[in-house]
């Protein structure tokens, strides 16, 4: 006589996954946002060093630059936040930015900074590849 294998179909209470709430889709969700924030996120970049900047009643707000060079009160020049001497100021933006065609720069001098200093590093800029070099100010409102 053959014999019947019997089933159990009972359900056990802690098999039971029917009031369970999967949180995969809502975890994908917020990797996806996250990742959208990041890309669309436009990042500014700030100088580190203090900087009185000089008044001027025409300024104009400048789009995104390619290069931020600060020139200080003592007159050191400062490129991503370390200090460059104005001798190798050309071959360290060469070195961060090889690419070719029309950069923009903007030249962050304090109002106290001598203006063969910043002639020279506007020279500098030229010489490296930068068309468009504009040197920052405050505006008339603040």
Do not use: C, Y
């Amino acid at each position: 006589m053959r014999r019947r294998k019997r089933f159990n179909l009972r359900v056990r209470p802690e098999d039971d996954n029917s009031d369970a709430i999967n949180l995969t889709p809502l975890i994908d969700m917020v990797f996806i946002l996250l990742i959208f924030f990041l890309v669309t996120t436009s990042f500014i970049r700030e100088s580190s060093v203090a900087v009185r900047r000089p008044h001027a009643d025409t300024a104009q707000s400048q789009a995104n630059a390619d290069l931020v060079v600060t020139i200080s009160a003592d007159e050191q020049i400062w490129l991503n936040n370390s200090a460059v001497d104005i001798r190798l100021l050309r071959a360290s933006v060469e070195a961060q930015n090889p690419a070719g065609g029309s950069r923009s720069a903007i030249i962050l001098a304090d109002q106290m900074t001598s203006t063969g200093l910043l002639v020279k590093v506007m020279d500098q800029l030229r010489l490296a590849g930068f068309e468009n070099i504009s040197v920052a100010a405050s505006s008339g409102d603040s």
